[in-house]
């Protein structure tokens, strides 16, 4: 069966979730989304009356729910096979970009808001990563892992994933994912044998 082409839409937010995590919010324009999503920018305006924040809102909820995708997929199989999926994921997207592009969450979480405001998509970043904790906190404590430890492992895996996404197109290295994804790994171990 074949999957069904996007919709402009879809491709719009695809596109803009992409342009986010290759050069951040503030250097992502409408205009500049809608070429590289290849839609004419009157229907990315008809798609998104309420402008770049309505965008990045979407783009950053897209993002979201395509890791929560993969996660909850791979967390059927326990924790640690939940954490080398989130790692590859990611590693996916700093290599087949060659260290280009990283994660819209964060690139719109590092973003100076308007003084005495939270925008919407700075909201919606701070909502995706409260699921990615909460799948993997679950996750663990399924593996016996008491919840308090598991809240605070969950938070320390998406925090450091995030990092070093961060650190890996600085360096235009894998290496600080590779040592982080052993690190992290041991410490998942650690916490469902215990």
Not at 34 to 62: C, D, I, N, W
Not at 105 to 123: C, D, F, R
Not at 157 to 170: D, P, Q, S, Y
Request: aromatic residues 6%.
């Amino acid at each position: 069966m074949t999957k069904p082409s996007p919709t402009a839409r879809e491709r719009i937010v695809a596109g803009a979730a992409d342009m986010i995590s290759r050069r951040g919010l503030n250097a992502t324009s409408i205009r500049e989304t809608a070429k590289h999503a290849r839609a004419p920018l009157g229907s990315t305006y008809h798609y998104f009356p309420e402008g770049k924040q309505q965008l990045a809102t979407e783009a950053v909820r897209f993002t979201g729910a395509w890791a929560a995708r993969s996660l909850r997929r791979e967390l059927e199989a326990g924790p640690v096979a939940g954490l080398r999926a989130f790692l590859d994921l990611w590693r996916g997207i700093v290599v087949d970009s060659d260290f280009r592009a990283g994660c819209p969450v964060l690139a719109v979480s590092i973003e100076e808001p308007p003084a005495g405001e939270t925008p919407t998509a700075l909201a919606a970043a701070a909502g995706v990563f409260e699921e990615w904790e909460g799948l993997l906190a679950g996750s663990l404590r399924e593996h016996s892992v008491e919840p308090e430890q598991a809240s605070q492992l969950a938070t320390l895996i998406v925090a450091a994933v995030e990092g070093t996404v961060a650190m890996c197109r600085a360096k235009r290295s894998t290496q600080p994912l590779d040592h982080t994804a052993a690190q992290l790994q041991a410490l998942v171990l650690g916490a469902i044998t215990d």
